[in-house]
């Protein structure tokens, strides 16, 4: 079974930087894509920013310049810095990751993590 765990969240004030931290493990043969996507109360889930395996990245308009995704492919993990962060960040953040086993391709979140910009 494949599981992300993320880490990292917590309250920070409007201006500041705060960085998340997403694990896969379990049994897989590969992992492409990773990415988060945040939920903030009363609206869908969107995408934050993803990154492939050969570290190409995609961001949403509103965090551009602000913050930045990486990966580390050996270790199974995706990060997220952000910085500058306004009270329009505050969500609840959630990895995600496309995983291969044997021929067939999965899509797994993580539970989340609450991230609070206020002062």
């Known amino acids: 079974q494949v599981q992300l765990v993320e880490s990292g969240g917590g309250l920070v004030q409007p201006g500041g930087s705060l960085s998340l931290s997403c694990a896969a493990s379990?049994?897989?043969?590969?992992?492409?894509?990773m990415g988060w996507y945040r939920q903030a109360p009363g609206k869908q889930r969107d995408l934050v920013a993803r990154?492939?395996?050969?570290?190409?990245?995609n961001y949403a308009d509103s965090v551009k310049g602000r913050f930045t995704i990486s990966r580390d492919n050996d270790k199974n993990t995706v990060d997220l810095q952000k910085n500058r962060l306004s009270a329009e960040d505050t969500a609840v953040y959630c990895c995600n990751a496309q995983i291969r086993i044997r021929s067939t391709f999965y899509v797994r979140w993580g539970q989340g993590t609450q991230v609070t910009v206020s002062t």
């Open positions: 990154i492939t395996t050969d570290g190409t990245t």
């Open positions: 379990g049994s897989f043969d590969s992992i492409y894509t």
